[in-house]
T-cell receptor, first 112, second 111 residues
């Protein structure tokens, strides 16, 4: 049972480049989330999808877009990467609400 | 001021010690309180959660919530080197999808 799978695991971008982080879960969860983790800042919610077909902004949505492609997949897009977006990005899913969220292994993104 | 404050540590203890990890928060409306463990270069994993005030025990782990003081704790009994990790507290409003995390406390259990 894979749980939550994120791709890629590592990425280096140049300022201004775009990319999409992929996330898929195989637990039939309704809710999915994207967080970023920075030293000393903890995890901060970027966007979430309470259920298939809905998305909402979290704490730090600027510079990002998301797509809930289907119940399994939730992608995060950086349209024009900036050095401030250098971070570790985590996708998570839960049956409902934020409780008992299962996290992926993370994507380490560096923007130079 | 952050909504959730957590001492970053590191906290270094000998094997077998009782460990106390703590968080304070400012929003009295938080109803759900969670503890996550994160090993280096891995995603967080949920240890346990409690609703409102009180205690919850799961094996060597006990979570306490004191809403009057806006203070939560995680106790680890008979700590093991495998408990060495970063521990993150998280909180949630009722009927909300948004978790608010502390910045994490790094724990090192020395053999």
């Amino acid at each position: 049972n894979a749980g939550v799978t994120q791709t890629p695991k590592f990425q280096v971008l140049k300022t201004g480049q775009s990319m999409t982080l992929q996330c898929a879960q195989d637990m039939n969860h309704n809710s999915m989330y994207w967080y970023r983790q920075d030293p000393g800042m903890g995890l901060r919610l970027i966007y979430y999808s309470a259920s298939e077909g809905t998305t909402d902004k979290g704490e730090v949505p600027n510079g990002y877009n998301v797509s809930r492609l289907n119940k399994r997949e939730f992608s995060l897009r950086l349209e024009s990467a900036a050095p401030s977006q250098t971070s570790v990005y985590f996708c998570a899913s839960s049956e409902q609400g934020g409780l008992e969220a299962f996290f992926g292994q993370g994507t380490r993104l560096t923007v130079v | 001021q952050k909504e959730v404050e957590q001492d970053p540590g590191p906290l270094s203890v000998p094997e077998g010690a009782i460990v106390s990890l703590n968080c304070t928060y400012s929003n009295s409306a938080f109803q759900y309180f969670m503890w996550y463990r994160q090993y280096s270069r891995k995603g967080p994993e949920l240890l346990m959660y409690t609703y409102s005030s009180g205690n919850k025990e799961d094996g060597r782990f006990t979570a306490q919530v004191d809403k009057s003081s806006k203070y939560i704790s995680l106790f680890i009994r008979d700590s093991q080197p495998s408990d060495s990790a970063t521990y993150l507290c998280a909180m949630q409003l009722d009927s909300s999808y948004k978790l608010i995390f502390g910045s994490g406390t790094r724990l090192l259990v020395r053999p």
